[in-house]
Antibody, heavy 122, light 110 residues
Framework: DVQLVESGGGLVKPGGSLRLSCAAS????????MNWVRQAPGKGLEWVSS????????FYADSVKGRFTISRDNAKNSLYLQMNSLRAEDSAVYYC???????????????WGQGTLVTVSS | QSVLTQPPSASGTPGQRVTISCSGG????????VHWYQQIPGTAPKLLIS???QRPSGVPDRFSDSKSGTSASLAISGLQSEDEADYYC???????????FGGGTKLTVL
């Protein structure tokens, strides 16, 4: 079965940094676009960033642009999110999610990890 | 505030048909596919409807979607107690160059 396992969350002070990881298994990782989606406590889903399988296409939400960096290591079947200059409003559960895409057509986030909690507080 | 607008709540009795709306604009719903997700509190979201009204394996055909212009709807027929969850629409936005989620609709089965 497809598995996505996030790690790296925790408590960090405002202005601090954190690196999230997502370990993928049981599918051809390099063939899929990968995404980070977050959910603040009691709130809705917010898309954070997307990275195509070949790393050609990279997109960020305006709320994190310039502070967060998405990357992947296809040899290690892993997705990353480097988060710098963290703010209280970045506190959320961060999910990684897989999306099959063919050309410009993408079919939705078909598999999600269980999430990792990031808390930004002094 | 989400650019994709959903009602915060919806409800129905077992067996009923309920619809959840998602309103957007020409740069998102008007020109891109809408996806729908179900999230039971405390768990990760689950894809309900992918492109062209396709349902992933395991999603019952009681779930269907439609789109007209800049609005989309999720319909759930034969409502069951297990359908009680939060539902989100999502679409790519060509202007923002990003994925948008609606604010979510909490469905209660009475």
């Amino acid at each position: 079965d497809v598995q996505l396992v996030e790690s790296g969350g925790g408590l960090v002070k405002p202005g601090g940094s954190l690196r999230l990881s997502c370990a993928a298994s049981e599918f051809t990782f390099s063939s899929y676009s990968m995404n980070w989606v977050r959910q603040a406590p009691g709130k809705g889903l917010e898309w954070v960033s997307s990275l195509s399988g070949d790393t050609y296409y990279i997109f960020y939400a305006d709320s994190v642009k310039g502070r967060f960096t998405i990357s992947r290591d296809n040899a290690k079947n892993s997705l990353y999110l480097q988060m710098n200059s963290l703010r209280a409003e970045d506190s959320a559960v961060y999910y990684c999610a897989r999306e099959p895409c063919s050309g410009n057509k993408c079919d939705g986030f078909d598999y999600w990890g269980q999430g990792t909690l990031v808390t930004v507080s002094s | 505030q989400s650019v994709l607008t959903q009602p915060p709540s919806a409800s129905g009795t077992p067996g009923q048909r309920v619809t959840i709306s998602c309103s957007g604009g020409s740069s998102n719903i008007g020109s891109n596919t809408v996806h729908w997700y179900q999230q039971i509190p405390g768990t990760a979201p689950k894809l309900l409807i992918s492109s062209d009204n396709q349902r992933p394996s395991g999603v019952p055909d009681r779930f269907s979607d439609s789109k007209s212009g800049t609005s989309a709807s999720l319909a759930i027929s034969g409502l069951q107690s297990e359908d009680e969850a939060d539902y989100y629409c999502a679409a790519w936005d060509d202007s923002l160059k990003g994925r948008l989620f609606g604010g979510g609709t909490k469905l209660t089965v009475l």
